[in-house]
């Protein structure tokens, strides 16, 4: 155990060097995706637009082997569960296209969705929702008031990646709280600690 959490440690160091900018700011507006996303657990095609609520929208960029992902399971679990009570819609997607035909292959990407439980998973094809929201890692979360169609919340769900388990501030529930409330979101923004999303090479 003390060997996993100085390997996520140490993941974690690598991962803050790679810094967000580009990432959508807080207070931008709601994205414009022209294009359509594949759920693989439905197979339809969707779009943010289709999966947000009239209370918002919670976007988890994600993937299956990450172990800040894994170590992460039952946190996501919590939030995602969460979001659903409040009427907040869901979008969990996986960016990894460099891994595509590997841990990240669409059948694969099927099974881990089934087994954790997911209302739904989407193939980001050429990484192109991760490059809209400027997304770097995995987990990485952005929350969209669904009144205001604005950025309120991103980063990180919780204050310890590394060790959910000894968290004390959970950053993204509270920010829901708040936003489904109609009050100041403190913090707005925190770090994303996990692992980096794997995009092709050009």
């Known amino acids: 155990m003390k060997k996993l959490i100085g390997f996520i440690a140490a993941v974690a160091i690598s991962a803050t060097a790679f810094a967000q900018k580009g990432t959508l700011p807080i207070g931008a507006p709601f994205p414009d995706q022209p294009y359509n996303t594949q759920n693989v657990l439905t197979d339809k095609q969707e779009t ?17 082997t990450c172990p800040f992902v894994i170590r992460n399971i039952d946190r996501t ?16 997607i ?19 969705a089934k087994k ?12 192109s929702l991760a ?10 979360v952005f929350l ?3 009144k205001t169609k604005t950025l309120v919340y991103k980063g990180a769900m919780d204050d310890n990646p590394a060790d959910p388990k000894s968290a004390k501030v959970m950053y993204l529930t509270d920010a829901i709280t708040n936003m489904v409330a109609g ?14 999303i794997k995009r092709l090479k050009s």
């Open 116 to 127: 954790q439980k997911y209302p739904n998973y989407f193939i980001d094809k050429g990484a």
């Open 183 to 196: 009050n100041a979101i403190t913090p707005a923004e925190t770090k994303s600690v996990g692992c980096s």
């Open 77 to 92: 679990a919590e939030v995602l569960e969460f979001a659903k009570k409040q009427g907040v819609g869901i979008m969990l």
């Open 48 to 64: 943010m637009t289709s999966m947000a609520t009239d209370k918002g929208l919670l976007v988890v960029f994600t993937c299956n």
């Open 131 to 140: 490059d809209l929201f400027g997304a770097s890692h995995t987990p990485e």
């Open 144 to 146: 969209f008031d669904g």
């Open 94 to 112: 996986n960016s990894n296209e460099a891994q595509r035909n590997d841990a990240d292959a669409a059948d694969k990407m099927v099974a881990f």
